[in-house]
């Protein structure tokens, strides 16, 4: 039974909670001040506390202030009968669970306290981020150890070791510019400046000067002579993002640089001679822009001596604890403790898609920890999109009725744990082996659905996507178990070694 304590000095409102609350399953308890509440809790152990805000003696907001001293996870609502909205911002600013006003409506209170309880034993149900990376990968904030990552940090150490010119290929908010400041920091030109310049950003007609710098008069507007970032970053290293932006006037312009490194200012007939290491980014696919002669051939070949490619979230899964861990403590700041998260909440950050990959995650979360109520982060922290997008991808068994709706779909279809619709309708390839490309092109489907699976307990992939499997074949086939077996790529006795493993022989009238 989960206990409630009320601090409230008025003995109706008291006399009120013990007949709405009768007959529950809920040990109501109350105290008629918030010297008495502070001093139940240590003994009473409430799961929910529901404090009036005036009182007598400690009000309302100076309970919470010490209760959050006594136990920082215990959920607090407090009420008042005199609404105002700096009350509210002051209430939800200490911690508050909710703020709700009187005089109560019933129905509304009791949604209000299961929610609050329920919220309480998934807090309890969480641990709290234990440290998973070594201290400077925390400083670095190049977070993985997935394949893909591993392959990234070798590539980081060997352009590390060298001079040459690096081009960061990858999708916005895979990290480009951290993975550029990593060869910086581990480089020779470590001591050194590093810049970094969003080509994107800039308009055309300042891009220019902003990385060669302008002569007094140059332009309107040019009062005095200023040097770009290439005099700014001499023997140090120039980071270039979206290059594949920049302009064709300004790419010649850097090709110059990267051939002999001379340029000359705006408005200067003046050559000037730098010595900077170039590293450049970009989410385009540069080669297409060229083949359209949007990009240079020459620029591009010189920037691309060395190439890292930064996979997206949803190819490296497997690091997103890593980056759940490494963001809380970011998030935290120093000193302080990170909030704890939940189970089910890291599932679904694991089973989402993440368009905006890490940078989107890095956002969820300080979302997150803004708007829980508690010392943990629970799943409806998250925001309402995530949560749809992941439950609307959650598999459920279908119902008999909408199986035998089916055209020529057995009654026993109703019992397969994964739906026909899950699975996407992939054309028939021509190969006889399982060459590279085609397991690269499964590649996805075998992602989905082991993030499908550790939406589903209990659920054990292999069986429960191979029974599917015979099913839809002998379903594709109209039953023909020789076409069936021939479409699985088995022989035909080890088909009906499946169909008597998994229980359809019945249900699909197959002898």
């Known amino acids: 039974m989960e206990k409630l304590l009320l601090i409230d000095d008025e003995v109706d409102v008291q006399y009120s909670f013990r007949r709405i609350f009768d007959g529950s399953n809920i040990e109501l308890h109350t105290a008629s001040s918030g010297e008495e509440g502070l001093r139940l809790i240590p003994t009473v152990k409430p799961d929910l506390v529901l404090s009036d805000i005036r009182m007598a003696g400690l009000n309302g907001l100076e309970t919470l202030r010490r209760i959050r001293q006594l136990d920082p996870q215990l959920p607090v609502i407090l009420m008042t009968a005199y609404g105002t909205t700096q009350t509210a911002i002051e209430a939800m600013k200490l911690g508050a669970y ?121 332009f309107t507007g040019a009062t005095a002579q200023r040097p770009g970032r290439f005099e700014q970053c001499h023997r140090g290293t120039l980071f270039l993002d979206e290059i594949g932006d920049m302009p064709q006037a300004t790419q010649t312009k850097i090709l110059r640089v990267l051939q002999n490194g001379t340029f000359e200012r705006v408005g200067s007939n003046t050559t000037l001679v730098v010595d900077v290491r170039i590293i450049a980014a970009t989410n385009k696919p540069l080669e297409e822009a060229v083949a359209r002669k949007e990009f240079r051939e020459d620029l591009f070949y010189r920037l691309n001596v060395v190439r890292v490619h930064m996979p997206p979230l949803k190819e490296r899964q497997g690091d997103i604890r890593l980056l759940v861990d490494f963001f809380l403590r970011k998030i935290g700041g120093a000193g302080a403790a990170p909030k704890s998260i939940g189970e089910k909440t890291l599932s679904v950050l694991e089973a989402y898609h993440w368009p905006g990959n890490v940078r989107e995650l890095e956002n969820v979360l300080r979302r997150a920890v803004v708007v829980s109520k508690g010392a943990a982060i629970l799943e409806n922290d998250l925001p309402p999109e995530i949560l749809q997008s992941v439950h609307s991808v959650q598999v459920s068994r279908p119902t008999p009725a909408s199986a035998t709706s089916a055209a020529n779909v057995a009654p026993g ?68 178990q020789v076409r069936a077996a021939k479409l699985l790529g088995i022989t035909r006795a080890t088909l009906r070694k499946r169909v008597d493993k998994f229980g359809i022989r019945r249900e699909l009238n197959v002898s």
Not at 122 to 151: F, N
Not at 173 to 193: C, D, M, W, Y
Not at 417 to 432: D, G, L, Y
């Open 413 to 480: 279809l109703s019992t397969s744990p994964v739906s026909s619709s899950f699975i996407p309708s992939v054309e028939p390839a021509p190969a006889t082996s399982l060459d590279p490309v085609i397991t690269g092109d499964i590649r996805p489907l075998v992602l989905q659905l082991f993030r499908w699976a550790r939406l589903q307990s209990g659920i054990k992939v292999l069986p429960a996507v191979e029974r599917e499997l015979v099913i839809e074949a002998l379903k594709e086939t109209q039953g023909n």
């Open 98 to 218: 909710d703020y709700l006003l009187k005089p109560f409506d019933v129905p509304r209170l009791k949604q209000l306290v299961a929610n609050a309880l329920k919220a309480a034993r998934d807090t309890r149900q969480t641990v709290a981020i234990r440290p998973q990376l070594e201290q400077q990968d925390y400083e670095l904030g190049v977070i993985g150890r997935s394949a893909p990552m591993q392959e990234v940090f070798k590539l980081i150490g060997q352009l590390a070791a060298s001079d040459a010119t690096a081009l960061i290929t990858g999708e916005s908010g895979t990290g480009k510019e951290l993975v550029a400041r990593s060869i910086f920091q581990n480089s020779r030109r470590a001591k050194e400046p590093f810049m970094a310049i969003n080509c994107a950003a800039i308009p055309e007609n300042l891009l220019e000067s902003e990385l060669f710098g302008h002569e007094k008069g140059a």
